[in-house]
């Protein structure tokens, strides 16, 4: 008990030294800030104003970096793919801004060359999808007798893409664009045909019976870019009149399925025209196959046209340019993701020869993935930056120290993978430790910078334990994939 008593008298005494010294803190600056305050009031007014400003500058400043140091700062989220609509200039702000880093924006920017040449030429869009054998090119030969020559004035038009020119009789100029079938297992749309969808005004989805699995699967994927959309049943001479009724009323209720909202003259049954094969019976019991041309009926489907045309131009414009701004960002998107593959590959080759020439040089092997805290901090930074993250200085010392933790478990995995992978170079034989040592620092530091990425891309910030735990049940593959590489890399240091 007398130990007890000792020790709550010495905490006693502590705290009592601590309150003297805490005093006479106190006392000091109050005396020092009463002095300074005294002798500016003395002074001239500016002087004191001066003092004060230089006060307020170094807590705003002191606020800031605390600030910084402490709050997390997450990126602005991806941009989104149709988040809202586009207009030219934010698209065009982002080319330019993407070209400045040196991001390739050609293929964006082609698609906004593509719209500029529409526009200047005026002509309204329509672009014809179905399967295959649908009627799709008898369609439009109907409507343009001479669509078997190629109206090419489009550019970045393709051999599977074919444009042609047709005047209604109102006088409007249209442009009929025929993309390829359908077809296919999978019923899918190919993308140049998704991408003709969103550069048109109208789409008009050419079937010729009830529709399909594939058929409603490409129609939900129509509907996705906000296009009014033309129902047209072909071959209708092949049904009644009451089943041509009953299957336009059932195409209605596939597209509602869907999600689709068609107007009831949206939906129009025709007859393209076109030649079909005859069985002739003659009286002497002979039969021939006689080849005889049906006549087109496509009158509806020109009302329908029509009726589209003269409703207000400007939404159909408005509706081309959201659906080719947004097509543009995406193209700009992948062209960013492609230059940041590039450039992470470049910054984590620098990383891993830097950790290879510091460990050839300390020649002291270790379980610290921080053999070279700022090669790995910088590699961290450099990364972050690359894909728009900011996060704090203590983010990052953490991350790179569970990371730490991590690398001792492994180091042995990274030390065999090592030793094979030298032992893969004809005329090497037996290796020093040290390179062995020093390929496996490369290949920790190559394995981190990988799994960063991945952690990046995926989540969009530097979250540590996240980031930490991938790099760990990533590490493996990770060292197979570049035992090689980091191999040839760490003999040519030795080599210099």
């Not at 400043?61 to 990126?75: G, P, Q, S």
């Not at 999600?259 to 002497?284: C, F, K, M, N, P």
């Not at 087109?296 to 207000?312: K, S």
């Not at 590039?342 to 020439?357: D, G, L, M, P, Y």
Request: contains cysteine; hydrophobic residues 45%; aromatic residues 4%.
């Amino acid at each position: 008990m007398k130990l007890d008593r000792f020790i709550r008298i010495a905490i006693a005494v502590a705290i009592a030294l601590v309150f003297v010294i805490a005093i006479g803190a106190l006392l000091f600056i109050s005396e020092s800030a009463l002095n300074v305050w005294d002798r500016l009031k003395a002074g001239p007014p500016l002087l004191l104003y001066a003092y004060l400003s230089v006060l307020l500058l170094l807590a705003v400043t002191a606020l800031w970096l605390i600030w910084r140091l402490v709050v997390r700062r997450k990126i602005a989220p991806a941009r989104a793919a149709v988040a809202r609509p586009l207009s030219k200039q934010e698209i065009e702000t982002r080319i330019r801004e993407a070209e400045a880093a040196g991001v390739d924006v050609a293929s964006a920017q082609a698609e906004l060359m593509e719209l500029a040449t529409r526009q200047q030429h005026g002509a309204i869009n329509l672009c014809f999808f179905g399967e295959i054998s649908t009627g799709k090119s008898s369609l439009i030969k109907a409507l343009v007798p001479e669509a078997d020559v190629l109206i090419d004035v489009v550019g970045g038009s393709t051999d599977d893409v074919r444009h042609y020119r047709w005047r209604n009789e109102a006088g409007n100029e249209i442009l009929l664009t025929d993309v390829p079938g359908i077809g296919g297992i999978d019923g899918q749309l190919s993308a140049i045909a998704a991408d003709e969808a969103k550069r048109a005004h109208v789409v008009l989805f050419v079937c010729d019976s009830d529709l399909t699995r594939a058929e409603i699967r490409s129609i939900e994927a129509l509907l996705v870019f906000d296009k009014p959309l033309v129902l047209v049943l072909n071959k209708a001479d092949r049904f009644t009149s009451e089943e041509q009724a009953t299957l336009m009323q059932k195409l209605l209720e596939r597209v509602d399925e869907v999600g689709g909202q068609l107007q009831r003259d949206h939906v129009v049954a025709v007859t393209a025209g076109g030649e079909s094969d005859v069985i002739e019976r003659h009286a002497d019991g002979r039969e021939q196959t006689v080849r005889r041309s049906r006549p087109a009926d496509i009158g509806v489907l020109v009302v329908a046209i029509n009726r589209l045309l003269e409703t207000d131009a400007v939404p159909l414009d408005l509706r081309r340019e959201r659906a080719v701004f947004q097509m543009a960002a995406t193209r700009l998107a992948e062209a960013e993701a492609q230059y940041r593959l590039q450039r992470s590959e470049q910054i984590i080759r620098s990383a891993t020869r830097k950790a290879v020439v510091g460990a050839l040089a300390a020649i002291s092997p270790g379980t610290d993935i921080l053999i070279q805290g700022y090669v790995g901090t910088t590699m961290t930074q450099q990364l972050c930056k690359l894909y728009g993250a900011t996060p704090r200085d203590l983010d990052i010392e953490e991350f790179l120290s569970m990371s730490q933790s991590r690398v001792g478990r492994a180091l042995p995995l990274s030390l065999a993978v090592a030793g094979n992978g030298l032992k893969a170079f004809p005329g090497l034989g037996t290796v020093a430790g040290g390179l062995v040592h020093a390929v496996a620092y490369g290949l920790i530091f190559d394995a981190l910078g990988r799994s960063l990425v991945l952690s990046l891309s995926r989540h969009g910030e530097l979250v540590p334990e996240t980031a930490s735990k991938e790099f760990e049940d990533g590490i493996s593959e990770h060292l197979e994939a570049g035992v090689r590489r980091v191999a040839r890399m760490a003999l040519e240091e030795k080599g210099d």
